[in-house]
């Protein structure tokens, strides 16, 4: 039971560089979120998607792209990475509507950039 | 606009003691969910406990429980029996009406003593 997947784990980047963090979950989960989250703070929304197609802004979007083709997938992308985006970056999905069901994370990405 | 205050950036309790972890919350919606997740040093999420906003009843999950006052907009945390593995960060969060958004507090690093 994969649940909710990001790639890659770790990974360091030089200030100016660009990357993608991969995202995919495979219960068919509308709706789906990025956060970040720096050290010894909680978790603030970067982007989120509601179905494929469709994204929209969080807390803190800027330097942050994402797009959403798919349902299974939501990738996020850092144009001209900055020591400011320093941070451990979370990927989650729920089921759409009002109900109890919570959200589902993953593992996380431990994103350096120096 | 919904916002999720934890005002104890730190607390620490004797093992096998109780502990309350404050969550006070603010939203003009009328329907609404509120969860704790716990994030052990590991880094990942651990969904521990739900209250919707028209629950009668305050939310019990094992030694995890949920202390629901509306009208003060608060969702206190109440962990029973304190044990050495409950040491991590706990995380107030809140969904509002259309399920969408997902929104977090600060966190609080509880510490458990021996």
């Known amino acids: 039971n994969a649940g909710v997947t990001q790639t890659p784990k770790f990974r360091i980047l030089k200030i100016g560089q660009s990357m993608t963090l991969q995202c995919t979950q495979d219960?068919?989960?509308?709706?789906m979120y990025w956060y970040r989250q720096d050290p010894g703070m909680g978790l603030k929304l970067i982007y989120y998607s509601v179905g494929a197609g469709i994204t929209d802004k969080g807390e803190v979007p800027n330097g942050y792209n994402v797009s959403r083709s798919t349902t299974e997938d939501f990738p996020l992308r850092l144009e001209l990475a900055a020591p400011s985006q320093t941070s451990v970056y979370f990927c989650?999905?729920?089921?759409?509507?009002?109900?109890?069901?919570?959200?589902?994370f993953g593992e996380g990405s431990w994103l350096t950039v120096v | 606009a919904q916002k999720i205050t934890q005002t104890q950036p730190g607390m620490f309790v004797q093992e096998k003691e109780a502990v309350t972890l404050d969550c006070t919350y603010d939203t003009s919606d009328q329907s609404y969910g509120l969860f704790w997740y716990k994030q052990p040093s590991s880094g990942e999420m651990i969904f521990l406990i739900y209250?919707?906003?028209?629950?009668?009843q305050n939310a019990t999950e094992g030694r995890y429980s949920l202390n629901f006052q509306k009208a003060r907009k608060s969702a206190n945390l109440v962990i029973s029996a304190s044990q050495l593995g409950d040491s991590a960060m706990y995380f107030c969060a809140m969904r509002g009406s259309y399920g969408q958004n997902f929104v977090f507090g600060p966190g609080t690093r509880l510490s458990v003593l021996p």
């Open positions: 219960m068919n989960h509308n709706y």
């Open positions: 209250q919707g906003s028209y629950d009668e």
């Open positions: 989650a999905s729920k089921t759409e509507g009002f109900s109890g069901n919570t959200i589902y």
